[in-house]
C-alpha cells in the first residue's frame, strides 16, 4: 500500500520504508507474540479508555497551552473521539504498514494543530499510567512503576527535544550561511508556480530593477513585461526548453527596464521541479551583471579600435569590407578604398620624438576625419597608415576628389611643441568589387598607393592592372635580388671624376656604381636600388661594393694611379648600423686602402634624419680620415645648418642644375650660389652630369674643381677603366702629370673605347 500522497513527503523525509520499519521492531524485540498478548486485552481496557480520555482533556485544560487549543467545544469532541479511536487501535491493531500510515498521520495532525512535542509524549505517560492501573490494581509496585515512567518520559522528552533543537537550530545555521552567501553574491531569488502563474521574488531581485517587491507584483508577465522585447523571445524559448526537459538547468543572461526606461544586464538560473501535488515549479536566481557586460563591451571595442586615434584598427576594416561587400553584390552601388600614408613620418619619430609622433597622428587622424561624408568609415591601418572605405559613391571620381581634398587637409602647418612641420600624404585608390574579396581591395590601394609614391610623393594613383603587374615584377625581383650576391650577379663599374684645370681636364677619381645582370640582362639602378633598401639586403650588398671598390682602387694605385680616390654612395640603412665606421675601418685595413682615398656620398634626406647613430657614424668616419661628401646637394629640403653641424668635405651639384647650362638663368644661378657657397666653407665641389663643352666651360669659369658625367667618359667596367688610364696616362691626362692636355674625347677615340 502506498502512503497518501500528503503524507509521502514525509515518508520520504524519514526514510520510513518497509526496511526501516522492520529494522525498527526488531531493535524493540517486537514479535507476533506482542500482538496477540495486546489483543486479548483490548476489550477489557475499553471503557478505561473512555474514561481516560474524559480525565485526560479535563486535565489537558488546567495548562494554558493546551486550554487555548481546547476551548472549542467542537474541536474537543473530535479530538477525543479521535483519540478513542487512536487507543482503540493500539490494542487491537493489525500491526501492518496501514498501522504505521495511520500513526504518522496522527503526529501530523498534532504539529499542524501546534501541539509542542512535550505534551504529546507527557499524553503517553498519562496513558501508560492508568492503563496500568486498570490492568494491575492490586500490584504493590504500581507506583514504582508509575513513578519509573515519570522519570523516563521526562528524559526522554528532554532527549528527544534537545536532538530536534539541534537539527532546528543546524538547519537554521545552514539557512542563514545560505541567506549570507546570497547576500554576498548580490544575487536575487525567485520561485514561480508555473500551473498557477503565482511569482515569488526577493527583494533583491526587485530591487535590481529600482522597485520595491511589493509594488512588482505576482504574475510571470510582472516579470516579462521588463525584459527587453529583442530579449524576451529567447527568455520564453529558453524556459520552455527548459520545461520540456531538453536542458538540465535555464541560464540565459538578458536586459531589462528599470523604472527611469533604461536597462541592466541580468543572468538568470534556475531549475525545473515539482511539488508534492505534482505541479511544476521554477526556481533560481537572478544577478546583476551590467558591469561585466560593459567591461566586455570595453574589450570588444578595443579590440575593433586604435588605442591613440579612437579611430577603427584593422579588424574593425575587415568587419566594414565585408559589409560593404554584401551591399555591392546586393545593389550593385559604388564603393572605394583609399590607403594613405605620410610621407617621411619616421623623420618625425627618429628626430622628434615618439610623443611629438603621436601628436602629429591625432591630429593628422582628425583632419582626414572631416574630409569625410556622413557614412564613410575612417580606419588607422597601422603606423603612420590610414585607410578610409567610401561607400555609395556617386562614381569613382568622386573618390578622386576626396584624396585631393584630403592631400590639401594635410598639408596645411601642425605646431607641435613649438615646431612647426608640414606633412604630405600620399594615396592609393581601389573601387570595390563585389566579386573580389576583401584582402584583393585592399592589396589593390596598397599596389596604387605605392605607385602614388613611386611618383614622387604627395599625390594620389588609382589602382590598375598595369599596376599589379608591375607589384608582381617587384616580387620577382626581390626574389631575385635576395640570391644575386650569392650567385655572382652584381658587378661594380666605375666612372671617373676629372680635375678642371684651364683646357686641361685630368682623372682625380673615380666614382664605385653597383650593377647588376639579371638573366644576363640589365637591370635598371633606379629600379633594383630601391629594392635593396626597402628589404634590407642593402647591407650585405653595401659592404660587397665597398670591399669591391677599396680592393681595385688600392690595385690601380698600385700600378701606378697613385693619388686616385674612390667614391661609394652609402644607404640609410647602412649609417644607422651599429659600429659601421669599424666595419668600414676593417675593409680599409684589408684592401690597404688609405683612409684619406676613400669619399662616402650621403644624400640629404639621410642627413634629415639626424639620429644618434648617424651622428656618431659620421664623425667616427671623419676621424678615421674618410672624406664625406653630400650628393644631389640642392634637390632636398637640407637646411644649410647642416652643412656646419656633420663633418663634411665634398659638395655635389647634382646634374638636374647643370642640364639647362648655361642657357638657363635659373639653373646657372643655383649652380653659381652652390659653387660659391662650398667655397666659402672650404668644401670641394664636384658637378655631375656634364655632358657638353658648355657644361665644362660654364663650370671652369664659375671656378668648380671636379666634375663627372658623359662628356668625360660613361661607367665602365674595372677591365676597360683600366684601359682608360692607359689611354689617359699615356696622353698625360691622369692628375699629377703636367703633360700638356689633349681633349678627353679625342684621346678615348683613338682608344676606341666608350
Known amino acids: 500500500m502506498s502512503p497518501e500522497p500528503e503524507l509521502k513527503p514525509l515518508f520520504q523525509s524519514i526514510g520510513l520504508d518497509r526496511e526501516e520499519i522492520h529494522a525498527r521492531c526488531r531493535y524493540l524485540d517486537w514479535s507476533p507474540a506482542d500482538g496477540r498478548r495486546l489483543n486479548r486485552h483490548a476489550a477489557r481496557l475499553e471503557s478505561a479508555h473512555v474514561e481516560f480520555v474524559d480525565d485526560l482533556y479535563d486535565y489537558l485544560r488546567g495548562f494554558d497551552p493546551l486550554a487555548r487549543i481546547l476551548s472549542e467545544p467542537a474541536t474537543l469532541d473530535r479530538l477525543k473521539r479521535s483519540q478513542i479511536t487512536y487507543y482503540q487501535q493500539l490494542l487491537n491493531g493489525p500491526y501492518d504498514y496501514q498501522y504505521v500510515h495511520d500513526r504518522l498521520r496522527v ?3 498534532h504539529e499542524r494543530v501546534g501541539l509542542e512535542l512535550k505534551w ?34 521526562f528524559d526522554m522528552s528532554l532527549a528527544v527535544e534537545a536532538y530536534s533543537a539541534a537539527r532546528r537550530r543546524a538547519l537554521e545555521d545552514s539557512e542563514a550561511r545560505f541567506a549570507r552567501a546570497l547576500r554576498g553574491s548580490n544575487d536575487g531569488i525567485w520561485d514561480w508556480d508555473v500551473a498557477t502563474d503565482r511569482l515569488y521574488v526577493s527583494e ?45 538547468w535555464l541560464y540565459l543572461e538578458y536586459r531589462m527596464r528599470r523604472p527611469d526606461g533604461t536597462y541592466i544586464w541580468v543572468l538568470v538560473r534556475g531549475v525545473a521541479e515539482r511539488d508534492s501535488q505534482g505541479d511544476v515549479r521554477l ?48 545593389f550593385a552601388s559604388e564603393a572605394a578604398l583609399l590607403f594613405i600614408d605620410l610621407d ?77 612641420l608640414v606633412f604630405t600624404a600620399s594615396i592609393g585608390i581601389a573601387a570595390l568589387d563585389g566579386q573580389a574579396q576583401p584582402g584583393e581591395t585592399l592589396q589593390a590601394a596598397d599596389i596604387a598607393l605605392y605607385s602614388a609614391k613611386a611618383a614622387g610623393k604627395s599625390q594620389y594613383a588609382r589602382y590598375t592592372h598595369d599596376m599589379h603587374s608591375a607589384a608582381q615584377h617587384r616580387l620577382e625581383l626581390q626574389s631575385a635580388l635576395a640570391q644575386a650576391l650569392a650567385r655572382n650577379e652584381f658587378v661594380v663599374h666605375y666612372q671617373p671624376i676629372y680635375q678642371l684645370d684651364g683646357e686641361q681636364s685630368t682623372v682625380y677619381g673615380v666614382e664605385a656604381l653597383l650593377r647588376w645582370r639579371l638573366n644576363d640582362q640589365p637591370v635598371s639602378p633606379q629600379e633594383f636600388i630601391p629594392a635593396l633598401e626597402e628589404t634590407g639586403d642593402i647591407l650585405p650588398v653595401g659592404d660587397w661594393v665597398l670591399e669591391q671598390a677599396c680592393r681595385q682602387v ?9 693619388h686616385l680616390s674612390c667614391s661609394v654612395n652609402l644607404s640609410s640603412r647602412q649609417l644607422r648600423q651599429a659600429g659601421f665606421a669599424a666595419r668600414v675601418a676593417a675593409i680599409l685595413q684589408a684592401s690597404g686602402l688609405e683612409a684619406q682615398f676613400l669619399v662616402l656620398e650621403i644624400t640629404e634626406g639621410l642627413l634629415m634624419e639626424d639620429s644618434p647613430e648617424l651622428h656618431h657614424n659620421l664623425r667616427a668616419l671623419a676621424r678615421l680620415g674618410v672624406r664625406l661628401a653630400l650628393d644631389d646637394f640642392g634637390t632636398g629640403y637640407c637646411s ?32 653659381r650660389a652652390i659653387i660659391g657657397l662650398g667655397k666659402s666653407l672650404g668644401l670641394q665641389v664636384i ?29 665602365c667596367s674595372s677591365q676597360d677603366m683600366q684601359q682608360l688610364f692607359n689611354a689617359l696616362d699615356s696622353c698625360g691626362l691622369l692628375a699629377g702629370h703636367a703633360t700638356p692636355a689633349v681633349p678627353v674625347n679625342q684621346a678615348l677615340s683613338r682608344r676606341e673605347l666608350s
Request: with cysteine; glycine share 6%.
Open 344 to 420: 617621411r613620418f619616421k623623420l618625425i619619430n627618429d628626430s622628434l620624438g615618439h610623443a611629438v609622433g603621436d601628436l602629429v597622428l591625432v591630429e593628422m587622424a582628425q583632419r582626414l576625419k572631416q574630409c569625410l561624408r556622413p557614412g564613410d568609415h575612417l580606419t588607422r591601418f597601422g603606423g603612420d597608415e590610414f585607410v578610409v572605405l567610401l561607400d555609395e559613391l556617386d562614381c569613382q571620381d568622386s573618390a578622386e576628389h576626396l584624396a585631393q581634398r584630403m592631400l590639401d587637409a594635410l598639408q596645411r602647418p601642425v605646431y607641435v611643441h613649438n615646431h612647426e
Open 107 to 109: 503526529g501530523m495532525v
Open 283 to 330: 526556481t533560481g536566481s537572478q544577478t546583476d551583471i551590467s558591469e561585466r557586460k560593459q567591461a566586455e563591451a570595453e574589450l570588444r571595442r578595443a579590440a575593433r579600435h586604435d588605442p591613440l586615434t579612437g579611430l577603427a584598427n584593422r579588424t574593425r576594416l575587415d568587419e566594414l569590407l565585408h559589409r560593404a561587400l554584401q551591399r555591392q553584390r546586393k
Open 687 to 715: 658637378a655631375e652630369g656634364v655632358e657638353t663643352e658648355q657644361h665644362r666651360q660654364f663650370l671652369l669659369d664659375e671656378g668648380c674643381q671636379h666634375a663627372q658625367g658623359f662628356w668625360f667618359a660613361r661607367p
Open 554 to 562: 688600392r690595385a690601380w694605385q698600385q700600378t701606378g694611379q697613385s
Open 640 to 671: 644649410l645648418g647642416y652643412l656646419q653641424r656633420f663633418p663634411l668635405h665634398i659638395l655635389k651639384v647634382d646634374k638636374s642644375f647643370v642640364m639647362g647650362l648655361p642657357q638657363d638663368r635659373e639653373q646657372s644661378a643655383i649652380c
Open 120 to 153: 504529546y509524549l507527557g499524553a503517553y505517560r498519562l496513558h501508560l499510567d492508568a492503563m496500568l492501573a486498570n490492568l494491575f490494581p492490586a500490584d504493590e509496585n504500581r507506583e514504582l512503576y508509575a513513578s519509573l515512567l515519570k522519570v523516563v518520559f
Open 204 to 248: 533583491r531581485w526587485a530591487s535590481m530593477l529600482g522597485l520595491s517587491r511589493d509594488s512588482l507584483g505576482e504574475r510571470g508577465q510582472h516579470w516579462f513585461q521588463r525584459v527587453h522585447p529583442d530579449d524576451l523571445p529567447a527568455l520564453r524559448q529558453a524556459i520552455d526548453t527548459h520545461l520540456r526537459g531538453e536542458t538540465p
